[in-house]
């Protein structure tokens, strides 16, 4: 059964220093999500990706964050200078059109130290 | 504001005894009220998606039901594996997901 992947699934990094995570979608699905889940607290949405371009995005997505599909496979999100209260699970997400599911990857726990 | 609560926070339950969960939402245009499982660690999984006012689901011991102001998880004879997070979510005129809280059920043998 196909599956939306995410790598890496820990990353640990020091506060001020980018990070890049990276999904790979379910590959017929065209919608393409990242949410954000602080331990112990609810999902988050933070963006949602459409015909290369990003559709909406919430007000945790500021400037430190930016999304791009550099491939046709490939679905990242960066942030610039991590904080230390980016310190959560980042889930991507992706579905066949606006009327399916979702379907969530297994997560990439991100500490910033 | 579009909110979604979800009740209780928490659920312990004895193997075999039925329950419900809730999922009530205050939301400017629903566009689908999903349900997910999620277990310690793990993405969300997919349970259902319900539209309409009326409209059930089943898939073995759980059961959604949705109404124009809340939904219900009805848990039927629960196994100790169905304990997990149980999510509700729903999808608003902006086609972002808003997610409640969540509900942690505790099923014991």
């Known amino acids: 059964e196909p599956e939306v992947t995410q790598t890496p699934s820990h990353q640990v990094t020091q506060m001020g220093q980018e990070v890049i995570l990276r999904c790979v979608p379910i590959?017929?699905?065209?919608?393409f999500y990242w949410y954000r889940q602080i331990l112990g607290q609810k999902v988050e949405f933070l963006v949602s990706?459409?015909?290369?371009?990003?559709?909406?995005k919430s007000e945790i997505f500021d400037d430190q964050f930016s999304v791009e599909r550099p491939d046709g496979s490939n679905f990242t999100l960066k942030i610039r200078s991590t904080k230390l209260e980016d310190s959560a699970m980042y889930f991507c997400?992706?579905?066949?059109?606006?009327?399916?599911?979702?379907?969530f990857g297994p997560g990439t726990r991100l500490t910033v130290l | 504001e579009d909110q979604v609560t979800q009740s209780p926070e928490a659920l312990r339950l004895q193997e075999g005894e039925s329950s419900s969960l809730n999922c009530s939402y205050t939301?400017?245009?629903?566009?689908?009220l999903f349900w997910y499982r999620q277990d310690p660690g793990k993405g969300p999984e997919f349970l259902f998606t319900?539209?309409?006012a009326g409209e059930e689901k089943e898939k073995e011991r759980l059961k959604a039901t949705l109404t124009k102001k809340e939904s219900f998880l009805h848990i039927t004879a629960p196994k100790p594996e169905d304990s997990a997070t149980y999510l509700c979510a729903v999808r608003t005129n902006n086609n972002d997901m808003r997610f409640g809280a969540g509900t942690r059920l505790t099923v014991k043998p």
């Open positions: 590959s017929n699905h065209l919608y």
């Open positions: 319900l539209y309409s």
């Open positions: 990706f459409y015909n290369n371009e990003i559709s909406e």
């Open positions: 939301v400017s245009g629903l566009r689908g």
């Open positions: 997400a992706s579905r066949v059109s606006l009327y399916n599911e979702q379907f």
